[in-house]
Structure formats: structure tokens, C-alpha cells
């Protein structure tokens, strides 16, 4: 089984809308996560990190749900610079493993 | 030099060449990464170093190697390079022993073998 899943979506928006999308992982273990945001063919960048039950900054929202082993990340006033590839990362358990990529969602925030 | 740099930025190979892919650090990083990534797909692992020194295999090493004399320099080297090896490829750094574990990239390196 994969370690997260992720609809690749492409999730098609407009301009000022709230968009969500879910990453479930199957280790229960897992007790933070990142979410990078990849522009096409570019370099992943880091967008949040989320260590408790969740993080905010700005228009960003990520909420963790153990229970159900689900992380969340909520877009609102979705912009055209939003576009890009959002890929949910579990922090490695041990200080000393390479991060685990799926290939992400992918996000078009249409004009 | 802020962040991470790799070089060349884009490279067209004939099968069967020798290339080094270059990647330097200046934040004095502990660990160091490449990963590769092929057209509609995720990042895969390559090889890694958590320390200078040190290296380690990732999910898909073969045809790779790598050498880790400094903490800033961590290059790739493609023995003989084939087809298959076309994708663009990805270093990166984290500062293991502070905890965090985010990953800093460089901005990658295309390659093309022919």
C-alpha cells in the first residue's frame, strides 16, 4: 500500500473559489506532515508543515484527522498563481529518512 | 550562492556518455538528496547522505553513484548513461539534525540521453 493517496485530480476552479483536497496515509504512526506545492517541471517548494491537528497561513488551511488518517489542505479565494501540483509529505518518524513523494493533486484555477 | 544550486541546468546525452550532475549548498545542511522524476509521476529517490561521508541507496539507484567529500557538494554521476535515464532530476538538503526534515530543492537538471 502506498504510504499517502492522493486524487491526482486535475481539480478545474475559478478565480476566487474555496477549493479542498484530501491526502490519506496508512501509517498510523505518522505524526506530521508537509505540504509542497510543485509548479510544472519545476522544483517542489515547501507550503506549510503540519505538526498537531492543523495549521493556517493565509488563504491556506491544512487540518490533520488521526481518527480517519487524513490530512486536508483548504485553499480559499483560490488565485490564478494557486495552478500547481500540491503534494501531501509524512514527516519521517526518525530524523534521519529521505521524505516519501507521491505524484500529488493537481490544482488549474481558471480566470 | 543562497540556497541550492545544480548544474547544468539542461543537458542532451548520447547513450552510453559519462555525466556528472552537479549540486552545492551553502546551509551547511547535514543531509543531501537526488531524486528523479519522470513526466506525470512523483519523486523517486536515488541516492541520499545523511553526513558527509556517508551515503546511502534509495528506491532507484541503479546506473548511479554518488560522493559526499563535503557537506556542500553532493554530485550524481551517470557511468553510461541510457535512455531510460531521461527525466529531470532533483537535489536536495535538510537539516536532519535540527529535526525539522523539510526538504530544500534546487531548481533541477534536465536530461536528455539519446
Known amino acids: 500500500r502506498k504510504e499517502v493517496e492522493q486524487d491526482p485530480g486535475p481539480f478545474n476552479v475559478p478565480e476566487g473559489a474555496t477549493v479542498a483536497f484530501n491526502c490519506t496515509y496508512s501509517?498510523?504512526?505518522?505524526?506530521?506532515f508537509f505540504w509542497y506545492r510543485q509548479d510544472c517541471r519545476k522544483e517542489p517548494k515547501l507550503l506549510m508543515s503540519?505538526?498537531?491537528s492543523g495549521n493556517e497561513d493565509g488563504r491556506f488551511t491544512a487540518q490533520l484527522n488521526r481518527a480517519s488518517q487524513y490530512i486536508s489542505l483548504l485553499i480559499r479565494d483560490s488565485k490564478l498563481s494557486d495552478s500547481a501540483t500540491y503534494l501531501c509529505?509524512?514527516?519521517?518518524?526518525?530524523?534521519?529518512?529521505?521524505?516519501?513523494f507521491g505524484s500529488g493533486t493537481r490544482l488549474q484555477v481558471q480566470p | 550562492i543562497a540556497g541550492i544550486t545544480q548544474a547544468p541546468t539542461s543537458q542532451i546525452l548520447a547513450a552510453g556518455r559519462r555525466m556528472t550532475l552537479r549540486c552545492t549548498q551553502d546551509m551547511r545542511h547535514n543531509a543531501m538528496y537526488w531524486y528523479r522524476q519522470d513526466l506525470g509521476l512523483g519523486l523517486r529517490l536515488i541516492h541520499y547522505s545523511n553526513t558527509a561521508g556517508t551515503t546511502g541507496k534509495g528506491e532507484v539507484p541503479d546506473g548511479y553513484s554518488v560522493s559526499r567529500a563535503n557537506t556542500d557538494d553532493f554530485p550524481l554521476t551517470l557511468a553510461s548513461a541510457v535512455p531510460s535515464q531521461t527525466s529531470v532530476y532533483f537535489c536536495?538538503?535538510?537539516?536532519?539534525?535540527?529535526?525539522?526534515?523539510?526538504?530544500?530543492f534546487g531548481p533541477g537538471t534536465r536530461l536528455t540521453v539519446l
Open positions: 503540519v505538526y498537531s
Open positions: 536536495a538538503s535538510s537539516d536532519q539534525l535540527a529535526g525539522y526534515n523539510e526538504q530544500f
Open positions: 501509517n498510523s504512526a505518522s505524526q506530521s
Open positions: 509529505v509524512p514527516r519521517p518518524d526518525t530524523g534521519r529518512r529521505a521524505l516519501t
